[in-house]
């Protein structure tokens, strides 16, 4: 089973609180939230153990875009130079991002390499079993995290997407793995893809289009609020990161009138400056919004998939990042 909503609904408040009572029901008696490390700042829960200080950054949605992760790794960098300074001056530390759902394998990785521990869903799942709080863990956590081993439902797709080459040999390939990812993390609500759509000059194709007629939640907002009425995507297996052609080419597919203002761009690798700059443009001058899934991201929707989160959540963090960019 997967949710079609962004997972169960709580204020980081209440998560914090469970936190707390899950450290301490684990040993640490001296889990305190909101606890100060100078310079007026305040920890989401600090733990006050005799080999090290916890420090703990509590996030009530998983950080999923690079942006994001940045800006968790710079906010537990800064307090721990507080501390180290001030509140626990000559202390060992261990930083932590505590989080209801999951990153991938590689953004563990890279928080790892920067020093930071992740305690995501399944670790909080885990502990929350072992001492008698897993109906608490309940409320914050979605069913999967809870099965002996969620990440069997992961498909063969993550594997395929990352065994197959970049560049022009691969091309319909990719075109066709990336439609069945596609359907598999976002239909439903969204409905089956229509492959290969043109309009009726035959002049702008589309590789693949997904009817939106979502009633509710993530999807019929993007479609009130960004006509996205058929979420159009356009695979591009190129080597290097897509550029200004690439999203000068989707588009032209737009049109209040047709598909809608809505569109994916699914790619391996980040897109350079001139494309995010041709995005921008296109969304002030014309309304357009268009988002670039790379490989990375598709990862990371894989795996929220696996665990029953909402995989577009982090289609609504690009977005929001892209806008509070501006």
Known sequence: MSHSSPGPEFREAEFIQFLVELLRRSGYQNAQPEAAVGGNKRVDIVVDSPDEIFLIEVKRSSPQTERRVRESVAQL?????LASNEAYAGRPQKL???I????TMSTIGALSREGI?????????EKAVAVGLAADAARFLSEEHFASSPEDQLPGMAERLAQLAPGRPAWSAYQRLCREIAEFLFCPPLRSAIWESANEAEINKR???LPNYATEGFWKFLRDEYRAHYVVVDAKNYRDGIEKEQVLQIANYLSRHGTGLFALIMTRNEAKQS???TMRE???LHNKMIVVLHDRDIMQMLTDKSFGNDPAELVRQKIEDFRLGI
């Open 117 to 125: 521990t992740v305690w995501d869903g399944a670790w909080i799942a």
């Open 96 to 98: 932590v991002l505590a």
């Open 77 to 81: 960098k800064h307090y721990s130079s």
């Open 275 to 277: 494309a995010l700059y």
């Open 282 to 284: 296109q969304w002030i």
């Open 100 to 103: 209801p759902g999951n990153l």
């Open 207 to 209: 590789d693949f289009i």
